[in-house]
């Protein structure tokens, strides 16, 4: 209702806006940021336009009857075939434009180089910006490292100003990881033509709203990623591993992130995107994904849709209470681990239990480049419901117990123990160091 009022209060202001805004046609978009008075507002076809979004480009049926209202990339592959599926789900995308990273060896001190990805940018943008699913562009993701080199700042700027240049209907849009020391306050200075500051948080997100403000940031801002704690961020087996929260305390910690860095500061969020609507292996196979491999939807999508609508979802998933084993390391190869998970549906429905045992080499990645699936040893369980007995391989190291339970309403939950195999080290190779295209 705030960014109601703010809005009509505002209207006027949407009439005196340039003759290309007052074009827009319903089958064309256009976006707007408005000031009112320090309070920020998006504005879209002339009507506000507050974010529900989440990244990903799957299932985007399912997206639109959750409340969602949009979908974020973090390139331009397959671009024209991602709007046009949004378009067909009335979703917006914001359109990401991937930037070279200096970690992966761009350097931005290279002025060749900078041309060279500026005219692919500028190409994509030209090609696009007539689409009617376009929301706004996205310059880059996490490319500023620890953010204290000017020139990425440089370059940042120089796109967002030629993209205006080209397409003065939707709003720039640059995104970082996390608040970082000095990072909002560089793009303050240095970006005058980024209208968005977007901003990937996980473990800090409950407190990113304040953070932000101390930053001195007095753009209006969108939460890019807003996730479960990350795997750089929870505590460590004594061998390493991260331990993940179970699917039912990333939907609290869903809830509770939304609720503290986008509502209760919409003087300056525009929204957000939620990571991840699919699945995908990061760390492990259930991290970030929001969906199960079938498509079962986790009490993340739960909590998102209830953010977006204000009401509860009709039937919601299992929770989960309890993950345990009798023992979890200094194990011997072909020892037996008894395992029991305890779980309940809000609904009572009748719950179906699933065990895997998949290897775990421990890994935490940087910035969601590709990791290959950790190998599943389906011979080393026997299950029986809620209650699992495990084989332990033959070859030393991290192995990890994943229980998944689903009700027969489409909703499932997950957990996993890490368990370990003593003895001589095992090497794991690395990870594809190629980015993919989902994040």
Not at 64 to 82: K, M, Q, V
Not at 401 to 419: E, H, K
Request: proline share 5%; with cysteine.
């Amino acid at each position: 209702m705030e960014q109601i009022r703010r809005f009509l209060s505002v209207t006027g202001c949407i009439f005196l806006c340039s003759a290309s805004w007052m074009a827009c046609s319903s089958d064309r978009s256009g976006t707007r940021v408005i000031n009112d008075g320090g309070a920020y507002l998006l504005v879209r076809n002339g009507q506000p336009y507050f974010i529900r979004g989440v990244g990903g480009q799957t299932q985007l049926d399912r997206l639109a009857a959750a409340g969602g209202n949009s979908i974020r990339t973090w390139g331009a592959d397959h671009l024209d075939e991602i709007l046009d599926e949004a378009h067909r789900h009335g979703l917006t995308v914001c359109a990401g434009l991937w930037l070279g990273h200096e970690r992966h060896g761009f350097d931005y001190h290279d002025r060749s180089a900078v041309l060279e990805q500026l005219k692919g940018l500028l190409e994509t943008v030209r090609r696009h910006k007539d689409h009617p699913a376009v929301l706004m562009w996205g310059i880059g993701n996490e490319m500023e490292g620890d953010g204290g080199n000017p020139a990425i700042w440089r370059a940042v700027e120089e796109i967002a100003r030629e993209i205006k240049r080209i397409d003065p209907d939707h709003p720039t849009m640059t995104v970082i990881a996390e608040l970082g020391d000095d990072k909002v306050q560089s793009i303050e200075r240095l970006c005058p033509s980024i209208d968005i500051i977007g901003v990937n948080s996980y473990g800090g997100i409950t407190t990113m709203g304040a953070r932000y403000r101390a930053a001195g940031g007095s753009k209006p801002y969108v939460v890019t990623e807003l996730g479960p704690l990350g795997p750089w961020e929870v505590g460590r087996t004594p061998w390493g591993s991260p331990i993940e929260m179970t699917s039912t305390e990333k939907g609290l910690w869903y809830a509770d992130g939304y609720r503290k860095a986008v509502t209760e500061q919409d003087d300056l969020c525009l929204g957000s995107y939620a990571f991840y609507w699919g699945h995908k292996q990061e760390t492990t196979a259930t991290w970030f994904g929001m969906l199960l491999p079938d498509g079962s939807r986790l009490a993340a999508a739960d909590a998102l849709s209830e953010a977006w609508t204000g009401t509860p979802g009709g039937n919601l998933c299992p929770r989960i209470l309890s993950l345990e084993a009798d023992s979890t390391s200094q194990l011997r190869p072909g020892q037996t681990v008894k395992a029991r998970l305890s779980a309940t549906d809000p609904e009572n429905d009748e719950l179906t239990f699933r065990w895997v045992l998949r290897s775990d080499a421990g890994t935490i990645g940087t910035g969601g480049e590709f990791q290959t699936t950790e190998a599943s040893h389906d011979a080393a369980v026997s299950a029986s419901g809620p209650s699992a007995t495990v084989t332990m391989p033959d070859t030393a190291g991290g192995y990890r117990l994943f229980a998944y339970v689903v009700d027969d309403a489409g909703g499932a939950a997950v957990a996993n123990l890490p368990l370990h195999v003593e003895g001589p080290a095992t090497a794991h190779e690395p990870p594809d160091r190629a980015v993919p295209e989902s994040r």
